[in-house]
């Protein structure tokens, strides 16, 4: 059964700093890679989507990688800004099942 | 630009009662899910539908739940006889596609909390 672990849990960051945000599964196998932007209580915005014949994606300051051999992804934020606090999730389909989310990273970005 | 809505946004109901959620997806999609995510928790996934029927579900969607399309825009999630342990935010997404190779849009999301 796929599993997701996301590293580091929770990261604080002063703003400006460029940062990476880590995701792994145990199964490299996937079809697809979402990663999302949860606001506290809110819903899930998508950011980027990494199909399986695609390796990253990027969008303005955001760019998202994934490694299929090893089942890792990374997002990349650049020049990280105090609205970019918020959690993180990424979540990967793999044959036979149907999204699994890993438990997000939390990010605080500081004036 | 296209997206899903859900109502209500906050959903409080006794134990036992029954709650329909609803969800209205992306007008020209054809795949949808119900996710829900208890608080502190990671999302999970319930069920998906396709064609008016569903295409796969996971443990936690038992017997007390279901799904229905009930006209051509709505798609709702039933839980016919709450427990405590369904308190939670419920998540309704789409995609337009195949659903394991499109990406998926989410709503906004209903909190349930049973009491």
């Known amino acids: 059964k796929q599993e997701v672990t996301q590293i580091p849990a929770a990261l604080s960051v002063p703003e400006g700093e460029n940062l990476v945000l880590n995701c792994s599964f145990t199964d490299s196998a996937i079809y697809n890679l979402q990663w999302f932007r949860q606001d506290p209580g809110k819903g899930l915005t998508s950011l980027l989507l990494i199909q399986s014949s695609q390796r990253e994606q990027t969008s303005g300051r955001l760019n998202a990688s994934l490694d299929k051999s090893s089942g890792r992804s990374t997002l990349y934020i650049a020049a990280s800004q105090p609205g970019d606090s918020a959690t993180y999730l990424c979540?990967?389909?793999?044959?036979?099942?149907?999204?699994?989310f890993g438990p997000g990273t939390r990010l605080s970005v500081l004036p | 630009e296209p997206e899903v809505t859900q109502t209500p946004s906050h959903q409080v109901t006794q134990m036992g009662q029954e709650v329909i959620l609803r969800c209205v997806p992306i007008?020209?999609?054809?795949?949808f899910y119900w996710y829900r995510q208890i608080l502190g928790q990671k999302v999970e996934f319930l069920v998906s539908?396709?064609?008016?029927?569903?295409?796969?579900k996971s443990e936690i969607f038992d017997d007390q739940f279901s799904v229905e399309r009930p006209d051509g825009s709505n798609f709702t999630l039933k839980i016919r006889s709450t427990k405590l342990e369904d308190s939670a935010m419920y998540f309704c997404?789409?995609?337009?596609?195949?659903?394991?190779?499109?990406?998926?849009?989410f709503g906004p999301g209903t909190r349930l909390t049973v009491l």
């Open positions: 539908f396709y064609n008016n029927e569903i295409s796969e």
């Open positions: 997404a789409s995609s337009e596609g195949q659903d394991l190779y499109n990406e998926q849009f």
């Open positions: 007008s020209n999609h054809l795949y």
């Open positions: 979540a990967g389909a793999v044959d036979g099942q149907n999204f699994v």
